[in-house]
C-alpha cells in the first residue's frame, strides 16, 4: 500500500503524517481561526436570540491596494437600528511602500432595539471612498439571529 493510499484509509493527518508527504516539519497553530475571518470583502454577523441586552463580535480584514501609489480612502457606514458598526482605522492609507493594510469592524447588536427586514435580517454596507469618489469600495454587512444549536 502506497503512503497516500495509507492517509486516505487511515481518514485524519497528524503531524508525522504530514511530514512524510511533505518533508518537513508541521506546524498547526493551536487556536484555529474563526471562519468570521476568512478575508471575504463581505461581514455576515450571526447573534444567538437567545442573547439579550448589547452584544459585539469583531473581524479583521486585509485589504491590497491596486490602485494609485498615494491615496488615502475614507470609510463611511450606512445607519442600522439596533446596531452599531465601528471600524478602525477610519482611514486606508497606502504609499508605495504600503500596498496592503489591515482593518477591524465591530457590530455590536442591541437585542432590544434591533429591527430585523422580513427576511430576519438587517443589511448596509461599508464603504470606502478616495478623496474625489473616483474609486468606491464596497464591503456588505449582514446582520442576523438565530436559534443555537
Known amino acids: ?46 447573534f444567538s436570540t437567545t442573547l439579550s441586552g448589547r452584544t459585539s463580535k469583531t ?24 446596531v452599531t458598526v465601528t471600524v478602525n482605522p477610519m482611514k486606508l492609507v497606502f504609499t508605495p511602500m504600503v500596498k496592503k493594510t489591515s482593518f477591524f469592524v465591530t457590530i455590536t447588536v442591541d437585542s432590544k432595539h434591533l429591527v430585523l427586514d422580513d427576511a430576519e435580517v438587517v443589511f448596509r454596507s461599508l464603504t470606502r471612498t478616495d478623496g474625489n469618489n473616483k474609486h468606491v469600495v464596497r464591503s456588505p ?9
Open 59 to 82: 473581524f479583521m480584514r486585509t485589504v491590497t491596494n491596486v490602485g494609485q501609489a498615494n491615496v488615502v480612502y475614507i470609510t463611511k457606514i450606512g445607519a442600522l437600528k439596533g
Open 1 to 46: 500500500m502506497t503512503l497516500p493510499t495509507m492517509i486516505m484509509k487511515v481518514g485524519y493527518y497528524n503531524p508525522k503524517l504530514v511530514q512524510v508527504v511533505t518533508r518537513s516539519p508541521a506546524v498547526c497553530p493551536m487556536k484555529k481561526p474563526l471562519p468570521e475571518n476568512l478575508n471575504y470583502p463581505s461581514i455576515v454577523a450571526l
Open 141 to 149: 454587512i449582514l446582520v442576523t439571529q438565530l436559534d443555537p444549536l
